[in-house]
């Protein structure tokens, strides 16, 4: 909400400022300083006898923003109503350069986005590749969370993310709609296995699959192997290669077994997706750089 910064005056001291923000009119804000006793703005004007003026005000895109630049370009390290004063001594090019900090403030800058987030982002950007459906944002739950989309025909709409993701199309067109087969197939997900064998303790292999939870217990894809934990992973092959990261070793040959500590599997395993969410962020991030970039 944009609204004002300003400076008041006191006759009783010329070194004596009053910063402030607000959404009203300055003047309003003025009358209210002036005539509310219970603030030490108020209790001046009562102990003096004389009112404070209003010397300048800017409009400002963000109001609490603006008096953050303004203080921060000020020798004083902390907003002064941070520790209860409304008022304070200063010298007047202390407050120019507040004030020309303020006028220059804009809108308060974005705070970074979490790495799960770049990385539910892709998840949907994945099952949208030639769909003829854009994502308009970005998808900040891959379950309950509603994102924003729009069709090559123009037709904007916003619904839960899981929904697109499975198939669902434009709800006026039906361009992009398909079948939750069709989906997995082209975004190659799979699951990551951490197995081991019950007549080989202290060794575990890897299993890589693209096949549904349910497909792979059916063909038994491990022989006398036993997935002692799995994980859901949009990039299999990413996935595989953090998780022998996370261990320290290399990736085996042909995904054989190795002689390894199970505790220290165990907690790669428990590693790998933060640590997953956060190297698909850094892609993403450089992606959005590049388009920066190719827009000047």
């Given at each position: 909400?944009?609204?004002?910064?300003?400076?008041?005056?006191?006759?009783?001291?010329?070194?004596?400022?009053?910063?402030g923000v607000t959404t009203l009119k300055?003047?309003?804000?003025l009358a209210q300083h002036n005539n509310n006793y219970s603030e030490l703005t108020g209790r001046i004007v009562k102990e003096t006898g004389h009112k404070w003026e209003l010397k300048e005000y800017h409009a400002v895109l963000d109001?609490?923003?603006?008096?953050?630049?303004?203080?921060?370009?000020?020798?004083?390290a902390d907003m002064p109503y941070q520790h209860g004063i409304e008022a304070k001594r200063m010298k007047w090019n202390w407050v120019q350069a507040g004030l020309?900090?303020?006028k220059k403030s804009n809108l308060r800058p974005a705070e970074p986005l979490p790495d799960w987030v770049y990385a539910y982002t892709r998840w949907m950007n994945k099952r949208l590749e030639g769909r003829d459906i854009t994502l308009v944002g970005h998808v900040k739950s891959m379950v309950s969370g509603k994102a924003t989309f729009q069709c090559s025909n123009g037709h904007e709409w916003r619904t839960r993310s899981a929904y697109v993701a499975e198939g669902e199309g434009c709800p006026q067109c039906g361009i992009g709609e398909r079948k939750p087969?069709?989906?997995?197939q082209a975004a190659k997900v799979g699951y990551l296995c951490l197995l081991i064998h019950p007549e080989k303790p202290g060794v575990i292999k890897i299993g890589l699959t693209y096949n549904k939870l349910e497909q792979w217990y059916e063909k038994n894809e491990w022989e006398d192997w036993v997935v002692h934990r799995y994980h859901f992973v949009e990039e299999p092959v990413l996935a595989e290669k953090i998780f022998w990261e996370l261990l320290g070793q290399p990736l085996p040959n042909d995904r054989e077994p190795i002689k390894i500590d199970l505790s220290a599997a165990e907690q790669a395993f428990r590693d790998l997706i933060?640590?997953?969410?956060?190297?698909?962020?850094?892609?993403?991030?450089?992606?959005?750089?590049?388009k920066k970039i190719d827009s000047k």
């Open positions: 909400m944009s609204g004002y910064i300003y400076v008041l005056v006191h006759p009783s001291d010329p070194e004596l400022y009053k910063i300055p003047e309003q804000r109001p609490y923003w603006a008096e953050t630049c303004f203080w921060g370009a000020t020798p004083f020309d900090a303020a087969e069709e989906i997995w933060p640590q997953m969410h956060h190297e698909i962020a850094l892609a993403e991030k450089k992606k959005e750089d590049f």
